[in-house]
């Protein structure tokens, strides 16, 4: 079983939303500080928001600042991302992983978001 597995992820015109889940297993809890990744074709992977350990405080990369919102469910341990207007460069690959640092067994397979008209 999958330390992190997330979904959500899909196809969606400039402008539109999506809303990505990181569902954590018994072995990872989203009550630690957690993070969504991205990685672009040709680019390195970046964290573009994180949410603190044990608190509601958040932040983000300037690039999605505005636009993203990161939270989590403790009852059901499963991290969010809430995408609005995306934009192309939106485009990547999207992980969950504990932040600021990561672990190397937490990385998955990930979800694809695809923004293009």
């Known amino acids: 079983q999958a330390l992190l597995t997330e979904s959500g992820g899909g196809w969606v015109q400039p402008g539109g939303s999506l809303r990505l889940a990181c569902s954590a297993s018994k072995r990872v809890s989203v009550i630690s500080g957690m993070g969504w990744y991205r990685q672009a074709p040709g680019k390195q992977r970046e964290l573009v928001a994180r949410?603190?350990?044990?608190?509601?405080?958040?932040s983000y990369a300037d690039s999605v600042k505005g636009r993203f919102t990161i939270s989590r469910d403790i009852a059901s341990n499963t991290l969010y991302l809430q995408m609005n207007n995306l934009k192309p460069e939106d485009t990547a690959v999207y992980y969950c992983?504990?932040?600021?640092?990561?672990?190397?067994?937490?990385w998955g397979q990930g979800t694809q978001v695809a923004v293009s008209s």
């Open positions: 992983n504990p932040a600021p640092t990561p672990r190397s067994t937490c």
């Open positions: 949410i603190l350990s044990g608190r509601p405080e958040t």
